[in-house]
């Protein structure tokens, strides 16, 4: 009993042996019943301690409603909610059977608004983000990320859209509610925010003018990760944190892929430092908390979004980061397993890597993953059935996040500690003492039990009586004696070091914040740049004689008057000057200052006191303009004034070194003359953009006139073609029906002069005369009805061709019309002609067929090749099968067949004429195929030269084919 048990050395192993213990106890006598009860109640103590200190990653799950690309897909809903579980169906499970249960924090249904079941922004603030401003009113850190594929959600859940904002949002307005509410004289509340996005594993800041730099990462011995250059910025309401958060989101990097139309190519982290300090009671209290707010990039699949060129390395390094972050996460559930169960008895733990720099993600998010901070994820998912690999990813991720334990602690400043320590120490020797009223009841008690000595009737009772006023005489004595004064003397020290601490706190506290409030000023510090900004007009010291001189003097300019002079020692504190400069050539009242609260600020010297603005010696009242110079004495000041500053960066009127001077001396213009003249060169530019967009917009109107009719002439162009192609199908189709029948004729005539032959063979001899006698004349008939039926179908295909060579020609013009269009647009697209030369001049009689003469260019290279009609056809075969729909629709020249009667009926110039025409036919037919799909990814024209085309296609080979 006497020896100390160490509370925080007893685990999970003892705690379950003295549970048993304990139970074992009951059945043995009460005596060691006492010892197990005492020790199962300190373990008792030290696991709720342990369980106490430490934080379980809470996390979320939210489905979202159908998009517009699962509804044309026609997707089913895989996901169910209820409370705090979800399920998920497989759904290339047949009958549904394969069902995959889990459960979270919490599960926020938001797929139907007329569920009633249905989670809307509020009810995730409401659990999330009442939580995130608990943990920073207490001063832990606190972390919000959201995670899922792309399109799921995570930027309208941390976000929002319009109205319907978000969690960042909701959790900076609550923030700066709560701190107004709970703002007086005795507590104050500071507030620096920054806005980072990591793209391409690259940090960049949002909240830069030139944000296009890099930032590096780099990890501190103390504070850990931090990010080298990020500009931070104080703020004192919502309406400037969310100018800034604006701001912020406009510098963002988005994309259209083939999910998501608004699709984050980074991720996003909002960080704000939320500090506060109070003094209530004579306690001092000052807690600091980092709130990150991530808005991660969605994971995404390339078969899904169709990402190619950028967006594709863009989807490659957010899907590294995500990776990163998964094993992260998984590493980190693994060391929380670790720390629960106790080693094997001579083992020891297995020590668990994890990988945080593989990744800046997980860099930057060391401590809020796996250290100080309570962390909250949200995991978004799709209820369509077609992303249900994604979703079901996501819900595992998450289920492995919400093993994670973390260890917060209360951030408070070290002085602060100190002193509650000290007033611990003093409760605890005040204690020891008991104070007066101790004393004051032992006296008590004393004389009590003096009376009782003296009522004692008995000798027993008499010595009882005085046994218990001796035992009383020595308490007192014993409280009075010297190890009291002892405890006294150390209680007086520690009373006045404590006192000295909170004095030095409270006159810091104080004395910071009323100047930040009397001045406004505001603090923003980038990297190692550290900007003083304030509302009110002033001077910055440009002194150079002091060459001891180390800080940054700035002199303030309040409404009103402003004197500035030499501090006269002879003279009251309420005649010395505003503005006290101390040389020896500066007067007592050298000039004064005016300043009406606007954007007027005017300097008039006293008393013929030399004062020079901008190098010119002023003897009257003068105005002053941002970035100016005064000189009083040898003491140079430069002018500052924020409102002017405004407007002239509005304006675009930045003024040069020099220009001021220039401008004073030419026509000393005013500022509210400039003010003026930049009022009316903003209107005057307003009315030219006002008249620019009517310009515009008219000029869309008749673009989209003219290209709706070019799109009714080419839809009646190509119905007419069609018309024309389905009724040479008809021709052809009739004529292969005639042929056929006269096939069939033939053959029957075969047979039955073969049976007749098998009677005998004279009366075969007789009947194949008197056959061959019938077939000739038979023959001769079917010959002169075919001619006729040639000449007739020879007299229909040409006006066929007349009519379709018409409407080809109508379908080049709207093409050509439609070209023109297309140049207008795009002025530097490279002509066809200048690349390609095609030429049919000759063609060349080859026994019983003709070949053409191609003369090609390619590039400034030129080569013949000869090519027969049949070569033609099989090209055109081919680009139809590998380009479709674009060469389907190009007119190919007719094959017109000559008989063996009509070659030798027709003349020489005749068929001369005809081949010319079929040359010419297919020139323009090569010139239309190519100049159609020359441009075209995947067709064999496209950007090549004449080894790539021969190569791709054997039509274009010199002596190849023929």
């Known amino acids: 009993r006497k020896k100390s048990i160490n509370v925080e050395a007893v685990d999970t192993k003892s ?52 998009n517009q690309r699962e509804k044309s897909m026609k997707s089913t809903c895989i996901v169910q909610m209820k409370n705090n579980q979800t399920w998920l169906t497989n759904p290339n499970q047949g009958g549904g059977d394969d069902v995959k249960k889990f459960t979270y924090d919490h599960s926020y249904w938001s797929y139907d608004k007329g569920d009633e079941h249905y989670t809307g922004q509020e009810k995730v603030f409401d659990d999330l983000g009442s939580e995130v401003l608990n943990a920073a009113y207490d001063g832990y850190n606190a972390c919000v990320f959201a995670y899922g594929q792309t399109g799921a959600g995570k930027s309208y859940t941390m976000m929002g859209y319009g109205e319907d904002i978000g969690l960042i949002p909701r959790i900076c307005e609550g923030l700066f509610a709560r701190a107004a509410e709970a703002a007086d004289e005795s507590t104050k509340f500071n507030a620096i925010v920054s806005y980072l996005e990591i793209y391409n594993e690259r940090v960049k800041d949002l909240l830069s ?20 250059g990020l500009s931070e910025h104080e703020v004192t309401d919502f309406l400037q944190i969310e100018q800034l958060m604006e701001f912020g989101n406009s510098n963002r990097t988005t994309a259209k892929t083939g999910m998501n139309d608004t699709s984050s190519r980074s991720h996003a982290v909002f960080t704000i430092e939320f500090k506060q300090a109070s003094f209530v009671e004579g306690i001092p209290s000052e807690k600091l908390s980092k ?19 950028q967006r594709l390395v863009e989807g490659g390094n957010i899907n590294k980061s995500l990776t990163t972050l998964g094993l992260c996460i998984s590493a980190l559930a693994e060391r929380s ?25 997980t860099w930057l998010l060391k401590d809020s993953l796996g250290g100080n901070s309570k962390t909250i994820m949200v995991a978004a998912i799709s209820p369509a059935n077609v992303n249900y690999g994604e979703t079901l990813s996501t819900l595992h991720y998450a289920n492995r996040a919400k093993n994670i334990v973390n260890k917060p602690i209360v951030n408070e400043d070290e002085n602060v500690r100190i002193i509650r320590e000290l007033r611990a120490e003093v409760d605890r020797l005040k204690s020891l003492i008991g104070g007066d009223k101790e004393i004051a009841a032992l006296e008590a008690e004393r004389k009590a039990a003096l009376e009782r000595v003296q009522a004692a009737g008995t000798d027993e009772e008499k010595e009882q009586a005085q046994e218990a006023l001796d035992a009383l005489d020595d308490r007192i004595q014993e409280s009075q004696s010297t190890e009291k004064a002892a405890i006294v003397k150390q209680l007086a020290v520690s009373e006045q070091m404590m006192n000295n601490l ?75 000057p505003d503005i006290a400069l101390a040389h020896e050539h500066v007067r007592p009242r050298h000039c004064t200052v005016e300043y009406n609260g606007g954007i007027d600020v005017t300097l008039s010297p006293c008393d013929d006191a030399e004062v020079l603005v901008d190098g010119e010696l002023v003897t009257e009242s003068t105005p002053l303009l941002q970035g100016g110079t005064i000189q009083i004495g040898h003491i140079m000041l430069r002018f500052n004034h924020p409102i002017q500053a405004a407007h002239l960066r509005e304006s675009g009127q930045a003024l040069k070194p020099g220009h001021i001077l220039s401008e ?12 003026e003249k930049v009022q009316h060169e903003e209107d005057m530019r307003r009315r030219q953009e006002e008249q620019s967009a009517q310009l515009q917009e008219k000029l869309e109107m008749e673009n989209l006139e003219m290209r709706r009719k070019i799109e009714e002439l080419e839809q009646a162009n190509l119905k007419r073609v069609e018309e024309l192609q389905l009724r040479e199908k008809e021709v052809e189709h009739e004529k292969e029906e005639a042929h056929k029948a006269y096939l069939d004729e033939i053959e029957q005539a075969i047979k039955m002069t ?18 061959e006698e ?68 000759e063609f060349q009689r080859r026994n019983d067929y003709f070949v053409f003469k191609v003369e090609l260019s390619l590039l400034g290279e030129r080569w013949d090749i000869l090519r027969r009609y049949s070569h033609f056809q099989d090209l055109h075969k081919l680009m139809k099968l590998r380009i479709g729909n674009i060469v389907k629709q190009l007119p190919f020249p007719s094959k017109h067949v000559l008989t063996g009667l009509l070659k030798n009926r027709m003349a020489k110039e005749k068929i001369e004429e005809f081949h010319k025409k079929r040359a010419h036919d297919l020139e323009q037919y090569l010139i239309d195929l190519i100049s159609k799909t020359f441009k075209i990814k995947g067709s064999p024209f496209y950007e090549v030269d004449r080894s790539d085309l021969e190569r791709k296609l054997a039509f274009f080979r010199k002596g190849g084919l023929v």
Not at 209 to 228: C, I, M, S, Y
Not at 291 to 309: K, Y
Not at 547 to 565: A, D, F, N, Q, S
Request: one cysteine or more; hydrophobic letters at 30%.
């Open 15 to 66: 705690l379950s042996c003295s549970v048993l213990l304990c139970i074992l106890s009951l059945i043995f006598p009460c005596g060691i019943k006492e010892l197990h009860s005492l020790f199962v109640c300190l373990c008792l103590k030290n696991y709720f301690w342990k369980r106490k200190k430490m934080s379980n990653v809470r996390v979320a799950v939210r489905c979202r409603p159908m």
């Open 209 to 228: 003018e030139t944000h296009a730099k890099n930032l590096r990462v780099r990890e501190h011995p103390k504070t850990g990760p931090f990010v080298d």
């Open 291 to 309: 709130i990150n707010l991530v808005d991660l990039a969605g994971s995404e699949r390339t078969s899904a979004t169709g990402a190619t060129g």
């Open 337 to 361: 397993k670790q720390s629960v169960k106790s080693p094997k008895k001579g083992g020891k733990k297995k020590k668990v890597f994890i990988p945080y720099r593989d990744s800046v993600l």
């Open 502 to 576: 909170t004095s030095q706190w409270k006159g810091k506290f104080d004395s910071m914040h009323q100047m930040l409030e009397d001045r406004r000023l505001a603090f923003k510090e980038a990297g190692r740049a550290l900007t003083v900004e304030t509302e009110l007009p002033h001077f910055v010291s440009l002194n150079l004689d002091d060459r001891l001189e180390t800080g940054i003097v700035l002199y303030y300019i309040h409404e009103g008057t402003t004197v500035i002079g030499r501090k006269d020692a002879d003279k009251p504190e309420e005649e010395q």
């Open 664 to 675: 004073r001396l030419k026509n000393k213009e005013t500022v509210a003359a400039l003010t």
């Open 754 to 771: 073969e049976e007749n032959y098998a009677k005998s063979e004279q009366e075969k001899e007789e009947a194949v005369k008197k056959k």
């Open 774 to 841: 019938e077939k000739r004349v038979e023959k001769e008939r079917r010959e002169r009805e075919m001619r006729e039926r040639d000449i007739q179908q020879q007299i229909e295909l040409k006006k066929i061709q007349e009519e379709k060579e018409k409407a080809v020609m109508e379908l080049r013009k709207a093409q050509h019309l439609e070209g023109q269009v297309e140049r207008k647009k795009n002025s530097s697209q490279q002509d066809f002609y200048k690349v390609w030369g095609i030429k049919i001049r």
